[in-house]
Each structure stands twice: as C-alpha cells, then as structure tokens.
C-alpha cells in the first residue's frame, strides 16, 4: 500500500518549528485527558447519576475513543489527508468541550445538585442529557480525529527513520506528560475549585493548541492521498475469488507487476507461499488480457500486482496481534473506572489539609507504565542482550508486555473479589442501593 501518497503536491518542504508540534501535541493532550479522566465523576456528581450507569457511560465513551480512529484513519489516508482531517478534529473537540465549559456554567443545563444526606436526587431531564450527550460526542469526534493523524503528520514531516524515530519519542512523551497535567492539576481543580475552571482550562488548552497549529500551518509538508489503499485491499479479495479456479504458477513472468507503484520501493517479485489462495490476484490469466469495452474493470478488479497481494497478506498477519490487543485491552479500561469508584469510597486523605481526588489515581498508572518503559529500554533489554547476545525483536517486546498485562489483570481480580465481598457485607447501601452518590462497587 505504500506509494499511494503523493509527495509532489507539498505547499512546502519545510518541516516546521517541531516546538510547535509538541505544543499543539502537549495541549490537545490536557483537552482530551482533563474531560475524560474525571468524567465518572462528573456524571455522579453533577447529573446524579448512579456509580454503575456512570462506570457504563464511561466505558462507552472509552470504546468510542479506540474504535473512531479507525473511521478517522479512513478518511485521512483515501480522501483528506492527514493535515486537514487533524485541523477539523482539532475544531470539534475544541466546540465539545466549550459546550461542556457552557454546560458547568448554567445551572439549567444541569439538575438540581443532591440535598446533603438525602438519598432522592432529581434525575436529568431529556433536554439535559441531549445536551450533554452533543457535548460527548463533539469531543469524542475530536479527540478520535486528533489521536492518529497528529502523530501521522507529524511522521510525514521527515525523511529520515531516525528522525521519525525521535518524533515518536517525543509524540508519547508528550502524551505522558499532557495526560500527567491532566490526572492531577486539572482533576484537581475540577474537584476542589470548579467544574467551569476546569474545564475551562482544558478549553483554553484546546484553544491555544489549535491557533498554534493553524498558524504553522503553511510550514508543513501536505501529502495528498491519490486513492484509498483500502481499495487495493477489497481489489486482491474480488480478483482471487473471480480466478478461485485457476491454477496457481510457479514462474515469475506469469504473474503482473505494476511499476508505476512498486518502483520506489522493493517490490516482491514472486508473491509468498503463506496465504496462498490470494496468489490468484496477481496471476495472469486470458480473460484479463481482453480488450473489450470493460477493460477498466478487468484490469482494476480482475488484476492486482504482486507488491498488492503482499500487502494483504501483511494486513492478514497483524489480525492476531490486532486481536490479542483488543482482549487484553477491554479489562484495562474496566479497571480504570474501578479505580475512581473504589476512589469515590476510599480514604484518600494526606495529612488534615489535603485529599487526593479520585480521578487523580489514574495517575498511578500513567506512571507506573512510564516507568516500566524506561526499566524495559535501559535495564531489562540491554540485560536480555548482553546475555543471550541476542536482540528481542519487536513481536516479543510485543508479547513480553502482553504478559505483563494478563498477570497483572490475573492478581486485580483476585483483590476485586475480596474487597467486592467486605463491601458487600459492610452496609445495605452497595450497588443496589437508593443512594446513586455513595454506592460503592
């Protein structure tokens, strides 16, 4: 699929001021982590919403997250391009969480606040649930939109591998570190300041970080996609099922070849053994060589390159490792909503004066995993290295962390069954009870 971006239509060659990038990066990441880490929160506290819908809402609106960037990757590699789709993005996400700021401001978007030590909460009305769930899908549109394509922009600017390389270490060092501000400062305000300053300074983030990139705009390389790769994937499925019944070739002059795409790249000469049956979109048989009034279709539909068919495959083979992220994932987020509930009827006091909130222990996490990165990189591998004399490669990496994952959901369960069970027999209140602010796991 690569060769299907053309490079020849750049408004500039420049790469830009890469301050600037990290900075659009470094606030579009605050937006984006100040609304979401606290958000089980605010749904409880500001809706009267009961801890589980909250938790359910919540997991939903983290399923959107990793699922619409599949959408958005779509539209920025076969029709837009990288650059514009970010812009529009950046623009969505900046009108949700003005619409959130709005939202904290009025009080008649909102209901009224629970009486303190009552167990009746008015529950929200139609109208402000439709507001609020706009307001959700505004930034979920935008932050899904910015997520992917940032860091493809961003790639697209060098030439380099090494300098590709350093961008991506500072892409995720900079999502850290904005997801770090988020979990404590602008938690922290939300709970103990306000709502409005709150989310107000998320805005403020999005804001700037949108005029910072929009003013750099013109310094950047634009790749313009010439056509969707996901088509060639959809044309290697159609041309081997139209030539399911002919007879796989071992010679190489039997098979087509397109140079128009596979000369700035090595290009496969014979197509793979694996996968064999897709073989036959790149074999050349009679009726793709007949001319005829719908010769564009044979050739589109009937016949694909080698280089095409090779790439499939590649796509076939990420489908395990596709699969094992999606399984391993889905806990992950469940323990996070766990935490701010666990959180919510946790002591969480330091000292007389000061009390952690509980969107802030997600922080935990964020730093647990910054952590074991940098043991991985600098003690673990080079450990593994100078023993073995061996380099793990990119798939056990890969792995190794997966089992890390697995031991690690393995041992929360086993406290999550205890601690669900001590809180289960120490009130009546538990989940099921009336009272939708208190009620723990």
Known sequence: MAGLISTADTEAQSSGDPSSKRATLLGLSITSFGWVMNLIVFLIEEYNIK????????????????????????????FFGNIPVFSTSAFISLLGIFLLTLITSFDYLRPIPCETGSILCQSPSKLQLGILYTALALVITGTAGTRVTLASAGANQYEKPKDKGSFFNWYFLTVNTGAIISATAIVYTQDNASWKLGFGLSAAANLISFFVFISGKRYYKHDKPIKSPFTSLVRVVVAATVKRKAVISSKEEDYHHNELIEE??????????????????????????????????????RLCSVQEV??????LRLIPLWLAIMLVSTPIVVQTSMMVLQGLVTDRGLGPHFKVTAGSLQVITII???????????????????????????LQKTWERKAMAVLTGTSDGEEGDGSSTRDGEEGDGGVDGDDGRNGGW
């Not at 819908?53 to 399923?63: D, E, F, K, P, T």
């Not at 995993?369 to 673990?380: E, P, Q, S, T």
């Open 51 to 78: 801890n589980i819908a909250a938790a359910q809402i919540s997991n939903i609106v983290n399923g959107c997250l990793s699922m619409l960037p599949v959408v958005t990757t779509i539209l920025a590699d076969s």
């Open 264 to 301: 700035t790249k090595n290009s496969a000469v014979m197509p793979s053994k694996c996968f064999r049956f897709l073989n036959r979109a790149a074999l050349k048989v009679e009726g793709d060589l007949k001319v005829s009034h719908d010769e564009s279709f044979n050739k589109i539909w």
């Open 310 to 315: 090779e790439d499939f495959k590649a796509v």
């Open 368 to 394: 647990s995993a910054c952590i074991v990165i940098i043991m991985n990189n600098w003690l673990v591998y080079p450990m593994y290295q100078k023993l073995t004399n061996k380099q793990l490669t990119p």
